[in-house]
């Protein structure tokens, strides 16, 4: 029986990669990657000319049994996203899910994952915290706010620099503008940066600097 291994690619710069990804993504039978023309410049960069195979939120729901029946009967199939560590705010869950539950082994590697380092980064109580990842973007999402404003541990957020400042006066307006928080984008590129400082001020910042790349938002606790 063969296996799906889980593995994590660069947030950001090429040499987080660990070796042993490289090597898992050069000796299995199949890479499933969320957008093939981007993983495509990550296997070209370290020479892994192993067959990619799409793998995405819109078709996962279709394929994933099918796909553990394919490790069952032998081959071992490697999932990757675009960034970061599959299954956490990307497509993953599902395959795993039908891997698990048709008795397929599942490993997943270490690796590069964006809120670990915005959340040691930020300098707020990091031994207990909670992991949101996006919020609702229309249902369900005012229902979380008020809920997550009686949270008492630091809060992890993505949010994309399309809806920062939004979801920044959001979180003011339902838990205070002097809740202090930490914003990083762009972890492990050129123009990686993170901002301190209270909700309100970080509203200030983000008015006056145009929001680029991905983001991070730490926040914390009541």
């Known amino acids: 029986m063969g296996k799906l291994v889980v593995v994590p690619t660069p947030i950001g710069n090429l040499e987080d990669i660990t070796l042993r990804a490289v090597n898992v993504l050069k000796t299995c039978d199949l890479i499933l990657a969320e957008d093939t023309r981007t993983s495509g410049f990550l296997l070209k960069h370290f020479g892994i000319e192993t067959r990619m195979q799409s793998h995405h939120k819109f078709n996962e729901h279709q394929t994933a049994m099918h796909i553990a029946e394919r490790i069952k009967a032998g081959e ?28 397929v082994e599942v490993e997943c590697l270490p690796g590069a994952t964006a809120f670990v380092p915005a959340l040691v980064m930020s300098g707020l109580p990091n031994d207990r915290f909670c992991f949101e990842g996006f919020l609702p973007q229309k ?45 990083s984008r762009e972890i492990s590129k050129m123009f990686e940066e993170t901002i301190r400082g209270t909700l309100s001020e970080l509203i200030t910042h983000f008015t006056v600097n145009e929001p680029k790349g991905e983001f991070v938002i730490i926040v914390e606790g009541k």
Do not use: H, W
Request: some cysteine; overall charge neutral; aromatic content about 8%.
């Open 76 to 103: 071992t199939i490697a999932l990757i996203s675009d960034a970061g560590t599959p299954a956490i705010s990307d497509p993953g869950f599902l395959l795993v899910r039908a891997c698990v539950q048709a008795d």
């Open 139 to 183: 249902k369900g999402r005012q229902t979380r706010l008020k809920e997550l404003a009686e949270e008492s541990r630091t809060m992890v957020f993505y949010e994309s620099p399309y809806r920062v400042l939004k979801t920044l006066t959001q979180l003011a307006e339902f838990f205070g503008e002097n809740r202090n928080a930490s914003v």
